[in-house]
C-alpha cells in the first residue's frame, strides 16, 4: 500500500510539474503572438490619428503641404474625423466625413497615406535640398517610373505636366514653393492606388477618388465588403454574377490585361446604391507588361517562388527564374478564393449551401474553374468566357420549391 501510494504521488507530482510547464508554455506563446501581432499588425489609435492629422494641417497651413482637400480638412473643418482602420497594414487608414454645404451632402471617405513615405522622401529631399535641374529631372524619372507600373501609353515631359496630371494639387499651390510642391506630389505618387486613379479616372473597378492634402489621398468609402454578405442564396448569386462582370471588365476594358494580386473577401467592395463591385485597395493590381516582367526577376527553386500573392508563375529550374508569364488567372483566383471553400474566406465560400437542383453542377464548373491552366494554352480567352458562362447560366437557376 505504500508503494502504491509513492507510485501514485510521483504521478501526480509530474503531472502537476507537466500542467505547470505546459501552462508556461502556452502564456509565453500567447505572448510571442501578442508581440506578433503588435509588430505586425499594431492597432490603430485614435489619439495618434489625431495627432497626425493636426501635424497635416500645421504643414498646410505653413505652406509645406498641398491639396484640394486641405482647406475643408483645415480650414473650415468640414471634414471630421471618425474612426481609423486597425487593418491598414502599411498604410495609415482613417475614416471621415465630408460634410460639403457646397452640394448639400455628407460624403464618406477614406484618407490613406503609405507609413514608410516620409523616410522615402527624406532620403530624395535631404536637409538643405535646393531645387536644381538636376533636381526636376530625377523627379521626372521617378513620376514616370511610376506611371509605368500602370500604362505605357502617358509620359510627363516637365513639372507643368505632372501639376497638370495630379489634379488634386491645385495650380494655386503649385505657384508657391516648389520644392514643397514637388515633394508633396512625389510622396503621392508613391501610392499605387492614388496613381490608378489618376489614370483612369472613368473607371468603375476602384472606388472613386476625391482629392487630397499633403501625402494623404481621399477615396470614397465602400460601405460594404464580400464579409458582409447575406446569408440567402438568391442574393450571394447576383453578387457572384457581379464579380464575374469584375473580372471580365479587368480582362478587357483596359489598354492592358489587370492583375489582381491579393484576392480576398474584405478587397471587395459592394455599393449599396449600384450593387456594383469595386476593387477597396487597388495597389495588388498590375498591368500585364509590369506584371511579368516583375515575375521574370525573381529568381526561384521551385513554383512557389514564383508567386506575387494570388497570383501565380512557374519556375524555370535550369536557369533559377521565373517564367515572364502567370500560370493563374483572376477568374480562377476569384473561383478559388472567394466562390469555393478555402483557407481565405471565413464564410466557407461565397456560392455556400447551393440548392440541390445545381449543387453537383456548380462544384463541378468550380474544379474546372481552379484545376483549368488557362494561361499556359494560349486559349486563355475562350476558357474563361466559356467558364464565366457556364457559371452565369447555372447562378440564373432558380432554387426547387
Not at 532620403?123 to 535646393?130: E, H, L, P
Not at 502617358?154 to 516648389?178: C, E, G, M, P
Not at 472613386?208 to 454578405?229: A, H, K, W
Not at 476569384?334 to 462544384?363: M, W, Y
Request: charged share 25%; with cysteine.
Amino acid at each position: 500500500m505504500r508503494l502504491r501510494a509513492m507510485v501514485l504521488w510521483r504521478c501526480a507530482h509530474v503531472l502537476l510539474v507537466l500542467s505547470v510547464l505546459c501552462v508556461k508554455a502556452l502564456v509565453l506563446l500567447y505572448a510571442a503572438n501578442v508581440v506578433l501581432v503588435l509588430t505586425f499588425d499594431p492597432p490603430c489609435s485614435d489619439e495618434e490619428a489625431l495627432k497626425a492629422i493636426e501635424q497635416l494641417c500645421w504643414e498646410a497651413i505653413r505652406g509645406e503641404m498641398f491639396g484640394n482637400l486641405c482647406a475643408p480638412l483645415c480650414d473650415t473643418l468640414d471634414i471630421r474625423y471618425r474612426f481609423c482602420s486597425k487593418k491598414g497594414g502599411e498604410k495609415d487608414v482613417y475614416f471621415v466625413s465630408w460634410h460639403n454645404f457646397s452640394s448639400s451632402s455628407v460624403v464618406q471617405l477614406v484618407m490613406k497615406k503609405a507609413k514608410y513615405s516620409e523616410k522615402l522622401l527624406s532620403d530624395f529631399y535631404s536637409a538643405g535640398t535646393t531645387l536644381t535641374y538636376e533636381l526636376e529631372q530625377r523627379f521626372l524619372i521617378e513620376i514616370n517610373q511610376y506611371l509605368n507600373q500602370h500604362t505605357t501609353e502617358k509620359k510627363v515631359h516637365n513639372i507643368q505636366d505632372v501639376v497638370q496630371l495630379f489634379w488634386t494639387i491645385t495650380k494655386d499651390s503649385a505657384n508657391k514653393r516648389k520644392l514643397n510642391v514637388l515633394r508633396n506630389m512625389h510622396g503621392l505618387a508613391l501610392h499605387n492606388e492614388y496613381v490608378f486613379s489618376l489614370l483612369y479616372p472613368n473607371n468603375d473597378a476602384i472606388p472613386r477618388l476625391y482629392g487630397s492634402c499633403g501625402l494623404f489621398y481621399f477615396m470614397e468609402q465602400v460601405p460594404f465588403t464580400l464579409n458582409d454578405v447575406g446569408a440567402t442564396w438568391s442574393f450571394r448569386t447576383s453578387v457572384a454574377r457581379k464579380l464575374l462582370d469584375l473580372v471580365y471588365r479587368l480582362d478587357n476594358s483596359f489598354h492592358e490585361r489587370l492583375h489582381v494580386c491579393d484576392v480576398k473577401l474584405d478587397n471587395f467592395g459592394i455599393d449599396n446604391m449600384s450593387g456594383q463591385i469595386t476593387i477597396l485597395d487597388a495597389d495588388s493590381v498590375m498591368i500585364n507588361s509590369v506584371f511579368e516582367h516583375k515575375l521574370a526577376e525573381l529568381h526561384c527553386v521551385d513554383d512557389q517562388d514564383c508567386s506575387i500573392g494570388n497570383c501565380r508563375g512557374a519556375c524555370d529550374k535550369n536557369q533559377g527564374k521565373c517564367f515572364p508569364f502567370r500560370t493563374n488567372s483572376n477568374l480562377q483566383a476569384i473561383c478559388e478564393e472567394i466562390f469555393a471553400k478555402s483557407d481565405a474566406n471565413e464564410h466557407n465560400g461565397l456560392l455556400r449551401e447551393a440548392p440541390t437542383n445545381v449543387k453537383r453542377e456548380l462544384q463541378r464548373i468550380l474544379q474546372q474553374c481552379i484545376g483549368t491552366n488557362l494561361l499556359r494554352t494560349g486559349s486563355q480567352k475562350i476558357e474563361s468566357k466559356n467558364i464565366i458562362t457556364q457559371l452565369e447560366n447555372i447562378l440564373l437557376e432558380k432554387p426547387p420549391d
